[in-house]
Structures are given as C-alpha cells and as structure tokens.
Nanobody, 120 residues
Framework: QVQLVESGGGLVQAGGSLRLSCVASGNIFMIDSMGWYRQAPGKQRELVASITGNKMVYADSVKGRFTISRDGAENTVNLRMNSLNPEDTAVYYC???????????????WGQGTQVTVSS
C-alpha cells in the first residue's frame, strides 16, 4: 500500500504564488517518476509537470511559471507555481510511478487532490 499526502493548495489572487508538496510513503522499492496533474471543472485531467531522474517535463501552459522539484531522500515532489492566473484553477493531483521490487511492474498511485483557486 502506498500513500500520497498532498499539501499547499488554497486561494490566491492572480499574479500570486503557491507551492504544492506531496510525500509518498508505504511499500515503495523504487520511484520511476513523480508528477502533478490537474483537473478543472468540466475538463479532462491533464499533466502539469513531471520529473524522471533529472528530466523535467512541463505543459506548455505552465512553462516558465511552474517549477517541479524532487527530494529523493524524502520521496517528496514539490511544485512551485508563480504568476498564477484564473486558468490555473483546478484540483491538483500528485502522481507517483513506483515499483514494489527490482523486477516488479511499475504501478501508478494518486493523491487525493488539493484545490487551487486563483481569483481575478
């Protein structure tokens, strides 16, 4: 069993900043990648940013504004969000692809989601 605990969401004015954190714990032998997704009302869940080793991937809509980072020792992934705008309003979900053993197939676990609301 793997648990993902997210924190850092909230309400912010346009132009402001927030920092999301996600801590993974439980039966984790190795983490392949960690990332953040978001889902706005009436829209599909979309990738915001992911980190695999030293490689970071960002959605075009957040490039230059958001920064993803990982603390490997703590199995933590952070998302620093700057210059927020109302279009960033969504529920943000932490996602971790991990393995239970060296030769185990990867499994993706999800956090419960944290609300980010940006007012204009």
């Amino acid at each position: 069993q793997v648990q993902l605990v997210e924190s850092g969401g909230g309400l912010v004015q346009a132009g402001g900043s927030l920092r999301l954190s996600c801590v993974a714990s439980g039966n984790i032998f190795m983490i392949d990648s960690m990332g953040w997704y978001r889902q706005a009302p009436g829209k599909q869940r979309e990738l915001v940013a992911s980190i695999t080793g030293n490689k970071m991937v960002y959605a075009d809509s957040v490039k230059g504004r958001f920064t993803i980072s990982r603390d490997g020792a703590e199995n933590t992934v952070n998302l620093r969000m700057n210059s927020l705008n109302p279009e960033d309003t969504a529920v943000y979900y932490c996602s971790v692809k991990h393995r239970r053993g060296l030769f185990s197939a990867p499994v993706t676990s999800w956090g419960q989601g944290t609300q980010v609301t940006v007012s204009s």
